[in-house]
């Protein structure tokens, strides 16, 4: 006989009902009374539970009764209406083999726990209703958004994670090393030796796969890298990890309204494909997690974004400076406070706030025609802020040459990338979308510890 | 007017024939006469060149016909049918734009370059047909692979890449740090003091995501992981690269049967999406690449794999051990000229070997009954050898405990590990398979550096 995913059951009801089946899982709940007995039975394809009816007609009617919970089973038996309950339907158990037993010490007993908690036990809580549905829709959406750039023809570039280039300039590093750190090989300065090190030289985990992503963009036209990216950073933040997962797509022949319009249809394809796949998990997060998350991804699903350009965001923001902590200035970055008042309170949608000053962007972006600014965007949404920053890049060689001696900067450093603007270098644009911000922001979970299996965070590298 | 993909144009060609459309890309060759000229333009959406016609109507004809090979374009015209050419249309120009020229020293003059070459130019490359096709090609089965398991509704998890445990096992490690190397903390011992580090204490890349993968399939019950792994090894040979990406499954309540047919079900997927889909590049592998390539591709389509016990496949070779270079005997890992053996000369198609020997296996495999041998899995291909490796994973505390007791592994760094054992383990099983050896499988290309877009290897890593 076939072993059934209670998925299936729940999906596909009707060519299961009144037949005799099979499914494994883990009991989430046991209860019992002298001759019969019922256990929610979950198997991880689902959110919700399988009813399972037993009784002491069952050989190990007793055994089975005494089990603990998170026992895995295997559960024989006729699948059945149960009209006016809380469940369709329930298995009535013809057979119940007991896979593997669970002790009696087994932290997920029914009751509350802490997140905090739960994250001391980073590999069981995954068997909780919170954790299976966050870690559910990560997984869909991680899916969602390779299909929405493979229905498009844009192609998956795996950039690499250890660069021998510090050039990235997105943030610290971590050091990747096979020398001996208690007693590394010394030059005759008495310098560290890194001739001698793995790779012949100084590497680091890469911060951002955007310059080797933008050599693909450069063949493929299209193309799009999903990654993880690291930051040696001690930010002890609850949206701050050392270790994150990060999308990042480059389009050529575009500029910085394709790019917007590009991370727009991104960000709504990923939402409706969520609610539209896992409709269980969602409502649970808008039930428990967040009561606004429903009616917030609705309004970005079914909104025109809005664009305004630094410029006139910094004027608005002058006019209500009274609402801020932080100073309003033409050429400061915006706080997040600024960010939230000009999508929540002023556009009441998803925002682009573009054509950012260029001291306080990155070097690749594109001047734009003022020379003061450059063709930057940050898309900002309700209840966040920023969630995806990207820009036109500099294709002009003179000009990216120039922005590189301002900054101080050594182009010997960036002869590959520079040599994109040298042989038929292009218009082109791109955006980073950091993965797990997304899920806070689809799930309403407020700590990237907790959207994460295993968090790597300072001081925090357990599992 | 809309900007059209080449792929359209020929996938969808009679809603595009006899209209004015836009095209942008690369030129590959530009040939001119006196009052006309022919540009093959690719724009890396799909694997062949639109041929471009233009002629001295255009305003600057001089300026396009001088062009250097490598310029970035774009034509708007007519699409025109040319019929007996050795292309099925053409675009008559109206109108070129030049978006970027590229320098006279552009590197990728038609000419044929070696692959050692062109690894040099890893930033150029993807502009040639091979590497084009390599990429692509790695592109449509990282989707494949994404698209088989959750069509079968198993949860994609990201295993953490920086590690704190030492106990994986599978080989040498890089060391992850933000110490000054050159003067680390030291404790009243002398040694480094770790606790000073980011993480508090020593961490590594990671050389697998099994373990952490295992809870995850003790919660979703099917799983698979789809990320990089490290080694730090110093092989410097065709086949091994210091940073590659791998996918592991894992199955619960699942045998090593369910593990091999689910192995099997995904190579066939793989390769038939590939040939689906990119029916182009795979000409070109199989024309250009490996004259072999499509009938050994098309036997393991529709080959039923074959399974042999380890003791059985030592029987096979001894009988055959004058054809080998290295000894044959029970107890010791086949080599690669063994494994060819069998999969290429006995069985003729891919075949599993099960039930190795405990000593050559790692200690989470499950022991068999005749306490000998472990419930391990090799997937041997024609061409090539092992391909996979996998198992049922030991599901028995007491047995498991036994294993790490003989091995001299420390039981306290598995805490968690053997708590999955502790709380309703139940059988299980999964495999590792190197996405680069894959791809290598897929398009015939003889080293893992050219389907890397930036390898990193012994020494080397560079861009």
Chains 1, 2 share one sequence.
Request: glycine fraction near 6%.
């Amino acid at each position: 006989m076939a072993n059934i995913l209670i998925k299936q059951l729940f999906r596909e009801t009707p060519q299961f009902l009144n037949q005799a089946i099979l499914v494994s899982g883990w009991a989430r709940t046991i209860r019992d009374s002298k001759s019969f007995g019922f256990i929610e039975l979950n198997d991880g394809s689902f959110f919700r539970n399988l009813q399972i009816v037993f009784d002491d007609s069952l050989p190990n009617f007793a055994e089975v009764a005494k089990l603990g919970v998170g026992s895995a089973l295997t559960v024989e038996g006729n699948l059945v209406e149960s009209p006016g309950a809380k469940q369709p339907f329930e298995l009535k158990a013809t057979r119940i083999t007991v896979e593997g037993v669970s002790a009696p010490d087994y932290p997920l007993q029914k009751k509350r726990h802490s997140f905090e908690f739960l994250r001391t036990i980073a590999h069981l809580r995954p068997r909780t209703n919170t954790f299976a549905a966050v870690f559910r829709i990560r997984s869909l959406a991680a899916y969602a958004i390779h299909q929405f750039f493979q229905e498009r023809n844009f192609v998956y570039v795996h950039t690499p994670l250890i660069t021998g280039s510090d050039c990235e300039g997105a943030g610290e590093m971590f050091r990747v090393t096979t020398l001996d750190p208690a007693n590394p090989p010394r030059n005759e300065r008495g310098e560290v030796d890194y001739s001698q090190d793995f790779f012949g030289k100084e590497t680091n985990l890469t911060v951002s796969g955007q310059l080797n992503g933008e050599t693909y963009c450069m063949a493929f036209r299209n193309i799009y890298t999903f990654g993880p990216t690291f930051r040696a950073e001690n930010s002890n933040t609850a949206r701050h990890a050392a270790e994150f997962w990060m999308i990042e797509p480059e389009i050529a022949f575009a500029e910085l309204r394709d790019n917007m319009d590009l991370a727009e249809a991104m960000i709504k394809y990923v939402i409706n494909y969520c609610l539209e796949n896992a409709p269980e998990e969602m409502e649970f997060f808008n039930n428990m997690i967040d009561k606004d998350l429903f009616q917030r991804l609705h309004n970005v699903v079914s909104s025109e974004f809005a664009h305004v350009t630094y410029t006139e965001a910094i004027e608005i923001l002058q006019k209500n400076k009274d609402q801020f902590e932080y100073p309003v200035d033409w050429g400061s970055d915006l706080q997040t406070e600024h960010e939230r008042y000009l999508t929540e309170q002023i556009f009441k949608k998803p925002v682009f706030v573009t054509d950012y000053p260029k001291e306080i962007k990155a070097f690749y972006m594109r001047l734009n025609d003022d020379d003061k600014t450059v063709a930057a965007m940050d898309l900002l949404v309700p209840g966040v802020g920023e969630i995806i920053g990207g820009s036109q890049r500099e294709e002009r060689y003179d000009v990216l040459e120039r922005r590189l001696d301002e900054l101080g900067l050594h182009k010997a450093d960036y002869w590959w990338y520079m040599d994109l603007r040298k042989y038929g270098g292009t218009k082109h644009a791109g955006y980073g979308l950091g993965f797990e911000r997304l899920i806070m922001y689809l799930t309403g979970m407020a700590n990237i510890r907790d959207v994460i299996a295993y968090p790597r965070t300072v001081r925090t590298a357990e599992f």
